[in-house]
Nanobody, 120 residues
């Protein structure tokens, strides 16, 4: 199983970006997909998560600015980020709780991270 994240880059304060993360491999089922971020010198933190068939949850710091969505047919999760601030600068990681064919346990897999830099 691989999670491939993309879409990071340099953006000015107030700007927007959309991150994408596609899961591929021997996947039977996906329970939830989400985005985390890690800023320099800080711990990794949850940004947003979207469980299958349920509403998304967001960190308070991004509510109203970020939107997480999924394309289940493509095993892909997106993060639309609007009104970006300098404090959103971080490496963004996607993850997925998924079940591979032949397994009985859901495991968490992580993408490689994509850097988002918000600066003028």
């Amino acid at each position: 199983v691989q999670l491939q994240a993309s879409g990071g880059g340099l953006v000015q304060p107030g700007g927007s970006l959309r991150l994408s993360c596609a899961a591929s491999g021997n996947i039977f089922s996906i329970n939830a997909m989400g985005w985390y971020r890690q800023a320099p010198g800080k711990q990794r933190e949850l940004v947003a998560v979207i469980p299958t068939g349920r509403s998304a949850n967001y960190a308070d710091s991004v509510k109203g600015r970020f939107t997480i969505s999924r394309d289940n047919a493509k095993n892909t999760v997106y993060l639309r980020m609007n009104s970006l601030k300098a404090e959103d600068t971080a490496v963004y990681y996607c993850n997925a709780d998924l079940l591979v064919w032949g397994s009985s346990d859901y495991l968490t897999y992580w993408g490689q991270g994509t850097l988002v830099t918000v600066s003028s």
